[in-house]
């Protein structure tokens, strides 16, 4: 007599992307250990001129260097570089 075994239990877990990244409030999956600067501001949908900043897990900024590769790390998030004028 058969055992009733299935499949399932062989089966490999779905493969997910490596890392969500965070970029000015939604979510992009990503599958790489690093990112470039320029990668995270066409994600974000806005031109490199107006810079982008990297945001920690202490929520501390700091500006991102054209052509700067970032490791991903848990916690980080992104955004495009705010300017502030005199009106």
Known sequence: METGTTNLA????????KSILN??????????????????????GWDISQGVIEVDQHNIERTLAPGEVIEIKPGHGFGK????KRG
Request: avoid cysteine; hydrophobic fraction near 25%.
């Open 23 to 44: 970029i000015e409030g939604e979510e992009f999956p990503w599958d790489e250990d690093t990112i470039t600067t320029e990668q995270i501001a066409q994600l974000g």
């Open 10 to 17: 062989k089966a490999k877990p779905e493969k997910g992307p």
């Open 81 to 84: 570089k705010h300017r502030w």
